[in-house]
């Protein structure tokens, strides 16, 4: 791990004055990837901006009904807060299928939404990675890509998104509310955060440099049967192959999200309207666009076998 200064924010708008004015800076909190990346040289920040003691660890209700989740709340408060598990079930049963109880308890709500990707090849600096190096090559295209993206991709990077939490997220149309290190704040749709790779998969997210997220905001509960199942390979501390986030409602309409197989939380609005008809229709609009390699094909029929027993239990 390479030597970096550090200071500890009194403030978010603070925090993100100092991000900007300081060269090569980053935030930290939790630390459960960034720290990894460091000691590996993926990350290689000058300056870490400690943030966690902005005050940013409530969850508070809103005024329309819905939830304000802070940036700092821990992966394991959040699961267990009672209006959490009553209304955003689909929510509380993604946390809980991600990571270890030790991670759970020192990841935070921002720095779930924001981990990089697992590929293993941005993870050896042996080798090229467009995400790491920009315009050094992809080494998952033409090499072993069984864990690796199969709709969303493109020509420079073919990685998938890591987090669980984001694609329940993006199931419950939550917003990220931001402060910019001019004092300005703004709302970004989940929807929009995370970015496709296109020719620039170092960008991954909307943020603007030095922009801090602030709080995660959930509109009021939709009610249906939630859902979120996870297939990896072993039962804990794995990342998706695929996972489902479904919200059911009684008339057989809903909302599906899928992880594992794009590099964003994937989730096609007009795919829904194909719900009361199965599993099949559903993923057949998701994967219109597909384009799966001969070691991650298999990517396609698990999740139409996935959603179609998520629905199953729903519908039970």
């Known amino acids: 791990m390479r030597s970096f200064s550090y200071e500890r924010a009194t403030s978010p708008g603070d925090a993100a004055a100092a991000a900007v004015g300081i060269a090569n800076a980053k935030f930290i909190a939790g630390g459960t990837n960034l720290l990894d990346l460091m000691k590996l040289e993926i990350e290689t920040p000058a300056h870490l901006i400690d943030v966690n003691d902005l005050a940013l660890d409530r969850i508070d209700e809103t005024a329309d009904g819905g939830l304000r989740i802070g940036a700092l709340v821990r992966n394991t408060d959040l699961a267990a807060d009672r209006r959490v598990r009553r209304g955003y079930g689909v929510l509380s049963r993604a946390l809980l299928a991600g990571a270890s109880g030790q991670l759970r308890n020192k990841a935070t709500t921002a720095g779930n939404l924001l981990q990089r990707t697992r590929c293993p090849y941005f993870y050896d600096t042996n080798l090229p990675c467009n995400k790491r190096t920009p315009g050094s090559g992809c080494a998952a295209i033409g090499g072993f890509s069984r864990q690796h993206a199969v709709v969303g991709a493109s020509d420079a990077c073919i ?31 989940i929807a929009e955060l995370h970015r496709l790779p296109d020719d620039s998969p170092e960008i991954e997210t909307a943020l603007q440099p030095g922009e801090l997220i602030t709080s995660v905001t959930l509109p009021k509960p939709i009610g249906g049967t939630q859902a979120y199942r996870k297939v990896r390979d072993r039962a804990s ?24 197989v794009a590099h964003k939380p994937w989730r ?42 998520v629905l199953r239990e729903a519908r039970a």
Do not use: C, W
Request: charged share 25%; glycine share 6%.
């Open 159 to 189: 990685a998938t998104h890591p987090s669980d939490m984001a694609v329940a997220m993006r199931a419950l149309d939550a917003v990220v509310e931001t402060v910019r290190p001019d004092g300005t704040t703004r709302n970004i749709p």
């Open 237 to 260: 501390y794995a990342f998706a192959l695929v996972s489902v986030a479904a919200i059911v409602q009684p008339d057989g309409s809903g909302r599906v999200a899928l992880g594992g």
């Open 268 to 309: 096609i609005e007009a795919a829904e309207a194909e719900l009361p008809d199965g599993a099949k229709a559903v993923t057949a609009r998701l994967f219109a666009d597909a384009k799966p390699t001969r070691d991650n094909a298999y990517k396609l029929p698990l999740a139409e076998r996935t959603l179609t027993a």
